[in-house]
């Protein structure tokens, strides 16, 4: 058995040195165009609407970022659920009483079932506050050890096999070190051959976002011919048992994202078979308590990990960055330069792809990025303020 992180670390990850009152909570929407359209196998998009919120407290301010998309096809949650949730419940939660570390804040959360990507929008923000108190980074403040991360692009449908092609060779130009290809049915098998015939040796995946049955077996089984890193959520977004029977019949492993909701369906997905390598998403899993819980599960039984991305403004991506420098996180993630997606990000500077195809993973207090409020009103279409009484 490969020796966890250091557990000694677990009471500094977990728990700040001194209760903090959180004073204040900010809710904004703030609209980012995308440079193009982002095309998975439930739906196009063309811009980002981001919900960030801050917490307040002590002349110290930490951003957190809640991924959840527009509309429920990736999950259930939506902006709209997200921010309801968190102004009528999460944003009391935690400002009822001092906290006192990162499991106090989980704990209080637990009784609101569901909604993860909310909850871990204010874990973000309060452990980028907690970060900025002590003095520390994100990264250090969660014990982790890696200086640069490798990392991959998601390459989304295209409107032709060519313009595909010519973005696997733009980003591999640029040093990804895997690329990752949405598939959905009849845009799958044919551009899946065609970039490994051009490309015999590099790392590459497919993510399907639940395209799939069982039913569609024999088609996924001729997936095992390309040599692929992973078939990432091919089958239900919330399923299991199915995947574990696909696994058995598939060479290529499974990955799982959306399906892993929290520590307990890891556990069960790697004891049931259902897949062989695990995508962690802060926000999928509902903050930071339930992403590290994973990873240390993983670390212990050998399994490989990576960091997911859902179209993060710079202030989410800040928080993957502390997340993958984790030393459990040994393939490359969904973290791509800011300007895969935007003109500008909201974030100084913004997060840079280097040749090799590594990001560096931020030493500076708590984000260890700049947060360009400025900017970010701009972009504001709608921002709201929770401020604790009594
Ligand atoms: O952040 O670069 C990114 C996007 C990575 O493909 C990506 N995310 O299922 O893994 C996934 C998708 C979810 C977002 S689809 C809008
Ligand atoms: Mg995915």
Redesign the pocket.
């Known amino acids: 058995m490969v020796d966890g992180p250091n557990i000694a670390d677990g009471h500094s990850r977990l728990n700040s040195a001194d209760p903090v009152t959180i004073e204040k909570v900010g809710m904004r929407l703030v609209r980012l165009p995308l440079k193009e359209a ?1 095309e ?1 196998s ?1 739906g196009s ?1 063309n811009t980002r609407l981001i919900f960030l919120v801050s917490v307040e407290a002590g002349g110290f301010t930490g951003w957190g970022e809640v991924v959840a ?1 527009e509309e429920p ?2 999950s259930y949650e939506t902006v709209g659920t997200t921010y309801h949730v968190t102004r009528d419940y999460l944003a009391q939660a935690l400002m009822a009483e001092p906290v006192t570390g990162l499991t106090d804040l989980s704990a209080r959360f637990v009784p609101f079932k569901g909604h993860k990507m909310a909850k871990a929008g204010l874990e973000l923000a309060y452990q980028d506050l907690s970060a900025q108190m002590e003095g520390r980074s994100l990264a250090e403040l969660i014990g982790g050890s890696r200086e640069r991360v490798p990392v991959g ?2 390459l ?1 449908i295209q409107a032709t096999l060519d313009a595909l092609l010519d973005r696997v060779d733009r980003y591999l130009a640029l040093g990804y070190q895997r690329i ?1 290809l ?1 598939i959905k049915p009849g845009w799958d098998l044919e551009i899946v051959e065609e970039v490994r015939r051009r490309h015999p040796t590099i790392l590459l995946s497919v ?1 399907a ?1 639940s395209a799939y049955t069982l039913e569609d077996l024999d088609h996924l089984k001729a997936l095992d011919d390309f040599g692929l890193l992973m078939i ?2 091919p089958l239900d977004h919330d399923d299991l048992l199915d995947h574990a029977r696909l696994q058995l019949e598939l060479k290529t492993p499974i990955c799982l ?2 399906s892993l909701t929290n520590l307990r369906r890891a556990e069960q997905a790697l004891n049931l078979g259902s897949c062989r390598l695990i ?1 962690i ?1 802060i926000g999928r899993v509902g903050g930071y308590s339930q992403a590290l819980a994973i990873h240390d599960l993983c670390y212990q039984r050998g399994i490989p990990v990576w960091c ?5 403004s710079g202030i989410g991506r800040a928080h993957n960055l502390a997340l993958a420098s984790l030393p459990g996180f040994t393939l490359p993630g ?3 330069a800011s300007s ?2 935007f003109d500008r990000d909201v974030i100084v500077p913004e997060v840079m792809v280097a040749p090799d195809g590594t990001v560096e993973v931020p030493r500076g207090r708590g984000l260890g990025f700049e947060v360009d409020v400025g900017y970010i009103e701009r972009r504001t279409e709608m921002a709201e303020q929770i401020v604790r009484t009594g």
Do not use: C, H, P, W
Not at 308 to 312: H, W, Y
């Open positions: 982002f998975t439930f998009i998309a096809r990736y692009v998601s989304g990752k949405k993510d976002n990432e959520q994202d959306e995508n998403k997911g991305g859902m179209l993060e969904d973290i791509s895969r997606y």
